[in-house]
């Protein structure tokens, strides 16, 4: 089994560094507002796929752009940006929450109710435990212009048990507009009482193409792309219902297009590859199921290079929390002397030539400084000095990966 690793705030910072709490309006489209301090944390981006991203996906039309999690003392909310493909085709978001027991990793998923995006996912693996999943699917043609959208949760309580059903009917579907629907208790009794209350929004394009998403930049590599105006599914939860009303929780987190019984998946999903997929897929896609005229094909992520799976921390004082990450070991990121006597060096290596900046929070979440900047290849080392006596967090951004590191200046 692979070496599971948290990847969360990527970029973002220790119990107690903000006392800013996330400003979230959950309309279905990222803000430039909503992603500084203390707001929206960027987990990873979809942009390893081969083909044009407008209408060469995995999915051709339709796809994923990024993940972001934020956090207040009472809410989390995620944001997976992209479009869902029409035709009854799914986004699906897995969580291994807190203190719950379900479907291990590494381990086949159950069937999940007939007629549900959770119904034929029995070929997939995980790297990650599932305790609760969520889905949106397109539902049906568009009325009046807008796309309508079901709103789907499964919770997983073994290895073996799975209750899935659709927390939306007829008249309380989520409209592709960005209106935020709130999940009624009439639609969420047991086991999904938690879920009650709970608001979600989703954004479709004009043509419902991710072409038209305003988050879908060229180059793809680029911070914009996933970025600020994204178009996307947005979830509101209490922590409550995730169990996390206290301390720092931990939770885990996947995100996957599949279509509409889950018997079919992408090869868009988050995190992303970092290498080729292996022989035996439907590459570009992943399969499952439904593949190979319904003989079916296995779907496990420990096979596949990197790990599908990214953690995030909840603080009290809402702030989205991680540590050192492999994507830092990747990268090769290093800060040192650490502590240092007043300054330091700076060094990472950049695969291949992407788009980089590297910049420098004080504990507040003020940027003190911006190091680099721009399209860089290769091995870089940049001097750190003039900075006060404190603790600081240094932020490393290459391409569509992001980490950090914690800097004390004596």
């Known amino acids: 089994m692979k070496k599971q690793f948290t990847l969360a705030a990527l970029g973002l910072l220790t119990a107690g560094a903000f006392s800013a709490q996330a400003q979230v309006t959950v309309d279905g489209q990222l803000t430039a507002a909503e992603l500084t301090a203390g707001n929206y944390i960027l987990l990873g981006k979809s942009n390893s796929f081969t083909g044009n991203q407008n209408d060469g996906r995995p999915f051709g039309k339709a796809g994923l752009l990024s993940l972001y999690v934020a956090n207040t003392p009472t809410k989390v909310y995620m944001f997976l940006g992209g479009t869902v493909e029409a035709g009854g085709n799914s986004f699906q978001i897995y969580l291994d929450l807190p203190g719950a027991t379900g479907v291990p990793a590494a381990t086949f998923l159950p069937a999940g109710a007939a007629g549900t995006s959770f119904e034929k996912v029995t070929r997939i693996k995980l790297d990650q435990a599932a305790d609760l999943a969520l889905a949106l699917r397109s539902d049906g043609a568009a009325v009046g212009g807008v796309q309508n959208y079901k709103v789907e949760a499964a919770v997983y309580s073994s290895a073996t048990a799975v209750q899935s059903k659709q927390l939306t009917d007829a008249t309380t579907l989520i409209k592709g507009d960005g209106t935020a629907l709130t999940i009624p208790a009439t639609l969420a009794a047991a086991p999904y009482a938690g879920l009650a209350g709970s608001r979600m929004a989703y954004r479709n394009t004009s043509n419902g193409e991710i072409g038209t998403n305003p ?54 999903f988050i995190p992303q590859a970092t290498g080729a997929l292996p022989t035996g897929l439907q590459n570009p896609n992943l399969g499952g199921a439904d593949a190979n005229s319904g003989a079916g094909n296995d ?3 420990a096979a596949i290079p990197g790990t599908q799976s990214a953690g995030f921390i909840l603080g009290t004082s809402g702030t989205v929390l991680g540590n050192r990450s492999a994507i830092a070991s990747a990268l090769k990121f290093g800060v040192y002397p650490n502590p240092a006597p007043g300054a330091a060096k700076i060094s990472y290596v950049v695969p291949g030539q992407q788009e980089v900046s590297v910049d420098v929070f004080n504990s507040l979440g003020q940027r003190v400084r911006s190091v680099a900047s721009g399209r860089q290849t290769g091995s870089q080392e940049f001097p750190l000095s003039d900075l006060a006596s404190g603790a600081y967090f240094v932020k490393l951004q290459v391409g569509g990966q992001s980490t950090s590191q914690k800097l004390i200046v004596q």
Request: proline share 4%; hydrophobic share 35%.
């Open 215 to 268: 988050g879908n930049t060229n180059p793809i590599t680029g911070a914009t792309y996933g970025a600020a105006g994204s178009f996307g599914w947005e979830i509101e939860i209490d922590r409550a219902a995730l169990g996390a009303t206290t301390g720092t929780p931990t939770f885990r987190i996947f995100a996957i297009q599949n279509n509409g019984s889950g018997g079919f998946a992408s090869g868009e």
């Open 299 to 301: 779907v496990d992520f």
